[in-house]
């Protein structure tokens, strides 16, 4: 069965500062990987997505993450965190024909 | 062009009670799904529809039902409601297996039960 794990369930991170939330998968073949924000009180939205080619990819809010598949790892970064990145960051895996599996999520704070 | 609509936005429910979690998709996708999040818990899948005329139980289907309506709807039942149901529901849709496969997600409903 596919799982994800997200080790860090809180970072606080420096306005300004570098952020990397980490996120590593279970499953045999390469998966289709993405990463999801959610705002306090709202949905969902799609930050990022990887299904094959370059593994570093780029996506909305100046977010981009590597795919690894040495390490199993999908891995979310940006350069220069603002206040309003304040949000619970999910990390979610598929086949594909399958539901997105999510990680329990890790909850970031950014702090002036 | 209004996506994943959920209705209600809040409720509240004595044990025992029942009722039914609405949503609609208008983007013509043939999956969709209802997650329940829970705090530390992350997501997890209630129950998803593949296709029009077609269920399947995910990770914690006790205590539900659903029906998908038609293309557009899919409706989350809970027959007699218990505390351990309190949380925030997610009604997601996607063209699973076809292409992007990325879900689209509505603004939930924050259930409570007393």
């Known amino acids: 069965a596919q799982s994800v794990t997200q080790p860090d369930i809180h970072i606080t991170v420096s306005e300004g500062a570098s952020l990397e939330l980490r996120c590593n998968y279970s499953?045999?073949?390469?998966?289709?990987l993405f990463w999801y924000v959610q705002s306090p009180g709202q949905g969902l939205q799609l930050l990022l997505k990887?299904?094959?080619?370059?593994?570093l990819v780029q996506g909305i809010k100046g977010f981009e993450a590597e795919f690894k598949r040495s390490q199993s790892s999908f891995n979310l970064r940006k350069p220069s965190v603002h206040w309003s990145d304040a949000a619970e960051y999910f990390c979610a895996v598929s086949r594909g024909n399958t539901p997105l599996v999510f990680g329990k999520g890790t909850r970031l704070s950014v702090i002036a | 062009n209004a996506g994943v609509t959920q209705t209600p936005k809040f409720q509240v429910l004595k044990t025992g009670q029942s009722m039914t979690l609405q949503c609609a998709q208008d983007?013509?996708?043939?999956?969709m799904y209802w997650y329940r999040q829970d705090p530390g818990m992350g997501l997890r899948l209630i129950y998803y529809s593949a296709s029009e005329g077609t269920t399947d139980k995910g990770e914690v289907p006790n205590g539900y039902n659903v029906s998908r309506l038609n293309k557009r709807e899919f409706s989350l039942r809970l027959e007699s409601a218990a505390p351990s149901q309190t949380s925030v529901y997610f009604c997601?849709?996607?063209?699973?297996?076809?292409?992007?496969?990325?879900?689209?997600f509505g603004p939930g409903t924050r259930l409570t039960v007393t």
């Open positions: 983007m013509n996708h043939n999956s």
């Open positions: 997601a849709s996607s063209e699973m297996g076809q292409g992007t496969h990325e879900q689209y």
């Open positions: 990887y299904f094959s080619g370059d593994t």
């Open positions: 499953y045999g073949a390469t998966p289709y």
